[in-house]
């Protein structure tokens, strides 16, 4: 992933071009509140140039935005950003299927790296996934970083203002993703992609 040269405009995001270059987000679990993680993941995405979603079961406006309610209620969203609890994400990826959604970042932990009873929760996740024909990134991931194309889904708002280079970074941690990616960014050199794979279940 040393670079992505920008997809012909005709041509709808599929695979992991509707994950690292999408045209259209959904947040799942989105928030209002600051002191929540998915604020922080609103305001990373708040430069994003294409249609975002925020989507909470409550409704109303966050960051300007208004609020879905379901998932199931947007039209042609290449990815989904769960920022939601564990047990939430396996029905939450049968939604997203159910829209037409083929990518997700899942974020929450609480997964294989808990030990039996994660391990099982995290193998739900993998089958509706695969069943529901979606790339997903994660679980147990901060995100991934495009300043190039302007998709910055990551838990730390400051991403969004990274200047886009020509280095990527694929990194299991996201502490290291992100130090390197504000390191390339100190020393002129900018960031083209850096991912956190997180427990890596499927893009890896």
């Known amino acids: 992933m040393t670079a992505l040269e ?16 999408p045209r259209s987000i959904a947040v799942v679990g989105a928030s209002a509140h600051p002191d929540k993680a998915g604020f922080a993941m609103m305001q990373a995405l708040r430069t994003f140039p294409g249609a975002l979603h925020p989507v909470n079961p409550r409704g109303g406006e966050i960051l300007g935005r208004p609020a879905i309610t379901s998932i199931r209620e947007v039209d042609d969203v290449d990815l989904a950003v769960f920022v939601v609890p564990p047990h939430v994400v396996p029905g939450a990826l049968e939604d997203a299927a159910a829209a037409g959604i083929r990518a997700a970042v899942v974020c929450a932990g609480g997964f294989a790296e808990t ?17 529901g024909g979606i790339r997903l990134l994660g679980p147990n991931t901060s995100g991934f970083m495009n300043p190039r194309d302007g998709a910055t889904a990551n838990f730390m708002p400051a991403v969004c203002d990274l200047a886009p280079g020509s280095v990527s970074i694929v990194a299991q941690s996201g502490g290291v993703n992100l130090a390197i990616a504000f390191m390339l960014d100190r020393a002129g050199v900018g960031l083209r992609l850096g991912v956190g794979l997180g427990n890596a279940i499927d893009v890896d």
């Open 6 to 21: 920008p997809a012909p405009a005709q041509v709808r995001s599929t695979g992991l071009d509707a994950m690292f270059r």
């Open 115 to 131: 030990g039996p009873e994660g391990a099982a929760l995290q193998d739900r996740v993998a089958a509706a996934a695969r069943d």
